[in-house]
């Protein structure tokens, strides 16, 4: 049930279904699932089912959760409560349900099942979305997130043409108009919800690959030409299809991890002239792209600026576009939870990072005798995914979003599965972590500065 639950709990918190369908919204199925989810949790607990465990995320989460509420709440008043519970709370109960839902092998290959085949759909959609011609979308309700837009069939190149022949005072779009009644976004392909952002959509798709491949490892070669073949292609032509930079450099991480696992030292350096090809692919150019990084290097500045004036406590939870010139999020996580949540938050926040990352490394490190191969080879996929998350986090405010929380959920998965086998596997927070949280927290600013300074010049 619990596992039931969980996963159908992904399927619609990547696929939207009550935007696509609107009466269905009634139905609050997040929140049915969340309960269904949870209930079945109960129901394997008291029958001493589980065997997961305290994981080592379940701290960090504690007190970031704790700090994040205090801090909004002194800043905000009493209305910080309802934000800091809409802008977090569901990301960290979907982290623990998914965790804990999933701690088997059997469990866990159903959860990378169900994302590789959410993988393949959202890829299928972001490619078909890119192939159409561009046509008129009349803007319906003016969202700055998520405006209601209205196709008309009517072709186009620019908007302005739309407005000739189009409604007497309505206002157009011209975009590519996919399945599920999603839309580009400048051109650039979207789908909904979590993936709404060209960015984070290439983010998730990138994360995704390396689950593909742990789905291939022992196939027939005919599987793998049919199958995976097709979605790996998809995949990497929907990160093309987004122009986004972000993108290209999770597919660089990815591949840099790849070289340096296979060839060693020269393997790294081979990557040095791999990874530059990888950047000519589907990166923005021209004005639009120049215009876009000098607002992001503003927006950075200002988003530095504003930890600076409050290092300890922070503005509060999304407050950020509120108190800069530009009201626009940090495109940057680190900085963005430095600037609302003050560096104590932000060591909070990288804390569950770490041990997240930290519990693939000693898994494929040092496994415990006789584990599962099945593992084993999770770990490694899943060390390879969560590293390009982080990678590509730099440039999107993606710390909140339910989607990584998800991810975050999976590490705590297998660290429950690897104890299911192993009761004796630990993997704890020690001094020498917390040095290491502390400097990668400081390190991460300190990048945001140099590369903010970069892009301004």
């Known amino acids: 049930m619990a596992i039931v639950g969980a996963l159908l709990l992904v399927v ?32 394997e607990a008291a029958r001493r089912r589980g065997r997961a465990g305290f994981a080592p995320q379940l701290p960090w989460l504690a007190g970031f959760l704790g700090w994040a509420f205090l801090v909004t709440t002194v800043k905000l008043g009493s209305q910080g409560l309802s934000i800091a519970w809409a802008t977090i709370a569901l990301g960290a109960i979907f982290m623990v349900l998914i965790g ?6 059997q469990r866990l290959t159903a959860m990378v099942v169900v994302l590789v085949a959410s993988l393949a759909v959202i890829s299928g959609i972001a490619v078909h979305q890119g192939m159409q011609p561009r046509q008129c979308l009349e803007i319906i309700a003016h969202d700055p997130d998520d405006p209601e837009l209205a196709p008309d069939g009517r ?4 908007p302005r043409a739309c407005e000739q022949g189009g409604k007497e005072g309505a206002e157009y779009l011209c975009e590519r108009v996919g399945a599920l009644s999603t839309n580009s976004a400048g051109g650039r392909v979207r789908f909904r919800g979590q993936l709404a952002d060209p960015n984070e959509l290439s983010v998730f798709v990138g994360a995704g690959l390396p689950l593909l491949y742990l789905l291939g490892i022992g196939r027939s070669r005919g599987t793998k030409l049919l199958f995976l073949a097709p979605v790996a292609i998809a995949s990497l032509w929907a990160v093309v299809l987004t122009q986004s930079r972000t993108g290209q450099i999770v597919l660089g991480t990815i591949t840099l991890i790849a070289l340096v696992r296979r060839f060693g030292l020269f393997g790294s350096l081979f990557s040095l002239g791999v990874l530059p090809l990888l950047l000519l692919f589907g990166g923005r150019e021209g004005a639009e792209s120049d215009a876009s990084k000098i607002e992001r290097a503003m927006i950075l500045r200002e988003g530095l600026e504003l930890f600076r004036a409050h290092p300890f406590l922070g503005v ?15 495109h940057n996580s680190y900085l963005l939870v430095a600037a609302e949540l003050g560096l104590f938050g932000l060591v909070l926040w990288m804390g569950m990072l770490w041990m997240t990352l930290k519990i693939a490394i000693v898994v494929v490190r040092d496994p415990p005798p006789g584990l599962d191969p099945e593992l084993l080879r999770f770990a490694e996929a899943f060390a390879v995914s969560f ?9 999107l405010s993606f710390c909140y979003k339910q989607l990584l929380f998800v991810w975050i959920g999976l590490g705590v998965a297998l660290y429950g599965a690897v104890r299911a086998r192993a009761p004796a596997f630990r993997v ?15 390190g991460a600013l300190a990048v945001t500065y140099v590369f903010s300074r970069a892009s301004a010049g």
Request: charged fraction near 15%; include cysteine; proline fraction near 4%.
């Open 12 to 43: 619609v918190l990547l696929f939207r279904p009550m935007e696509i369908v609107p009466s269905i919204a009634k139905l609050h199925l997040l929140e049915v699932l969340t309960v269904i989810t949870a209930i079945g949790l109960a129901i």
């Open 100 to 105: 804990y839902a999933a701690t088997s092998v």
């Open 155 to 158: 072709e186009c190149e620019r």
């Open 316 to 330: 509060g939870l999304a407050q950020f576009n509120q108190e800069i010139s530009i009201p626009m999020t940090a």
């Open 387 to 395: 590293t390009a998350i982080l990678a590509g986090v730099f440039f």
């Open 428 to 442: 704890r927070t020690t001094g020498r972590d917390v040095l290491g949280i502390v400097a990668c927290a400081i």
